[in-house]
C-alpha cells in the first residue's frame, strides 16, 4: 500500500482523541498503514521494567493510523490539505491541492 505521507511530513490529526493536533511524522510502519506523530497519542506506562528498575510514569508514543492524518498546508498554517503530484522538468514532485503549494 502507498502512503503520500513521508518521515518529517509536519500533519495534522483529523480524527480521534488528539483531533486538531499538529506535529511532525517521526516514523512509519513497514506496511505504511500506521504513523508515528511527534507529541501525539503517548500512553503512560507505570510499571518497571529490566531497563529502568525503580519505574516511574513514563510516556510511551504510540501510532496513529494513517487515516487519521492530513499534511499541513504550507500556506495556510493549521489547515489540512491532500496531497497530489505533479511533474515539472521531468521530475515528479508533492503538492498540496488546497493551496498548490509544493512540498519538501
Not at 10 to 16: L, P, T
Not at 31 to 53: A, L
Not at 54 to 75: C, H, L, T
Given at each position: 500500500?502507498?502512503?503520500?505521507?513521508?518521515?518529517?511530513?509536519?500533519?495534522?490529526?483529523?480524527?480521534?482523541?488528539h483531533?486538531?493536533?499538529?506535529?511532525?511524522?517521526?516514523?512509519?510502519?513497514?506496511?505504511?498503514?500506521?504513523?508515528?506523530?511527534?507529541?501525539?497519542?503517548?500512553?503512560?506506562?507505570?510499571?518497571?521494567?529490566?531497563?529502568?528498575?525503580?519505574?516511574?510514569?513514563?510516556?510511551?508514543?504510540?501510532?496513529?493510523?494513517?487515516?487519521?492524518?492530513?499534511?499541513?498546508?504550507?500556506?495556510?498554517?493549521?489547515?489540512?490539505?491532500?496531497?497530489?503530484?505533479?511533474?515539472?522538468?521531468?521530475k515528479?514532485?508533492?503538492?498540496?491541492?488546497?493551496?498548490?503549494?509544493?512540498?519538501?
Amino acid at each position: 500500500m502507498k502512503s503520500k505521507i513521508i518521515k518529517g511530513d509536519v500533519v495534522k490529526v483529523i480524527a480521534g482523541s488528539h483531533k486538531g493536533k499538529i506535529g511532525p511524522v517521526t516514523k512509519i510502519s513497514k506496511d505504511k498503514t500506521r504513523v508515528w506523530v511527534e507529541g501525539i497519542n503517548g500512553i503512560k506506562h507505570h510499571k518497571p521494567s529490566q531497563t529502568d528498575q525503580e519505574g516511574g510514569i513514563r510516556e510511551i508514543a504510540v501510532s496513529v493510523d494513517r487515516s487519521n492524518v492530513a499534511i499541513q498546508d504550507p500556506k495556510n498554517k493549521g489547515n489540512a490539505s491532500k496531497i497530489g503530484y505533479k511533474v515539472v522538468d521531468g521530475k515528479k514532485i508533492r503538492f498540496a491541492k488546497k493551496s498548490n503549494a509544493d512540498l519538501k
